[in-house]
């Protein structure tokens, strides 16, 4: 049996941290190994228990959650970040992205979102709950207009496979090994995909795969 994942809370209401961690520690595979109530603590926090997972409030007393997830990816790369906030305007999830979250949960969601979430970018991949995917692909959103009107066949299977994978979060160094070729084949397939589909950002892309369905899968890309 694997060691289950390994997670830190940091919220400034004791009653949502109490209620993540129970909810956490109800399942058999995710255990909380610590809270905090700013970002300060947080830091110490993550270095003294080094958790596989931290799931970070956007608004803290001392600093902005997103501004604290670029401090926390900086000083430890190989920690999954998972945004949990009450704001769902999606600015903030483009935000979240850009700071290099991998997961965005609102508190409004129901709670097995956020064990997906952990789950998910345990896995290398990326997690929207229900109503942050709603409000990423609203018809609003002319980009999201945009995809839904391109056939994305008209991308070879090579370029869907790249782009659905940068859109789950992987590098291009971490696609290209799972790929087995280069790192500049990765980015030509890349540039070609998304010069097609008249893709000009992260958050373009990763809103086109939420519109085609190509984030309901965590697998390993075929």
Known sequence: MSAPIRTIIVDDHPVVLAGARALLESSDDIVCVGEASNGTDALALIEATKPDVAILDVS???????????QILHRHSNVHVVIM???HDRSYVQ???QSGAKGFVQKCSAGQNLLLAVRTVTLGGLFFDPPTALE???PGDAHAALAKSV???GLTA????????????FSN???????NISIKSIETYKARATEKLRLHSRAQIVRFAITHGWMTDTTEGS
């Open 158 to 169: 090579r370029e869907q496979d790249v782009l659905r994978m940068v859109a789950l979060g």
């Open 136 to 138: 990423m692909t609203s």
């Open 95 to 97: 935000r979240a992205l």
């Open 85 to 87: 906030t009450l704001h």
């Open 60 to 70: 803290l007393p001392d600093i902005n959650g997103l501004v604290l997830t670029e």
């Open 173 to 179: 160094k971490e696609i290209a090994a799972r790929a």
């Open 151 to 153: 056939d994305p066949l």
